[in-house]
């Protein structure tokens, strides 16, 4: 079973364009035997998604089966991957993210690594804090009701 991606780390981009995956998560993304990870544009945030490779295998796997060759939601899934990178970290830890993802995220010199579980988030740090803050005005609305002790694992939640 795959490490989870927990907890939220903050880290600068250095000088020549590289940034330290946290260990936390280092310690996940090297369990496939491949020091690195995929990253790409969120389609639902102003961020960049990090999957390991196998992770993202799977998804793609899952989806291809899920989706109609050239159907919209298929088209989706392949502009995704066409804009994907393979990050391999140097024997520092650290990665290069490409100018085009960075401009994509709105990442300029910080970035915050979030924890999602499966995969993570990389956003600017303004951005996350701005995130954070919709995130808090729609649960302070007590429209969501989220317990992780009741999760069962076909993904339906214990009736209340």
């Known amino acids: 079973m795959q490490s989870l991606f927990l907890g939220t780390f903050e880290n600068r981009i250095d000088s020549k364009g590289r940034v330290l995956v946290p260990a936390a998560f280092r310690q996940p993304l090297s369990q496939d035997g491949q020091p ?61 993210l490409p100018e085009r993802l960075l401009k994509k995220a709105g990442i300029r010199s910080d970035v915050v690594f979030v924890g999602l579980g499966d995969r993570f988030r990389i956003w600017d740090p ?3 804090q701005k995130h954070l803050g919709v995130v808090a005005k729609i649960t302070e609305k007590g429209n969501i009701t989220i317990s992780l002790a009741s999760a069962r694992r076909d993904g339906q939640g214990k009736s209340e």
Not at 44 to 50: C, I, K, R
Not at 77 to 86: D, E, K, Q, R, T
């Open 36 to 96: 690195g990870l995929v990253c790409y544009p969120d389609i639902n945030q102003t961020a960049l998604e990090g999957v390991s490779l196998r992770t993202l295998n799977d998804s793609f796997n899952a989806l291809r089966e899920q989706y109609e060759m050239y159907s919209p939601e298929y088209e989706a899934v392949m502009s995704i991957l066409s804009g994907a990178a393979n990050l391999s970290w140097d024997s520092g830890g650290r990665v290069q």
């Open 126 to 128: 303004n951005l996350y």
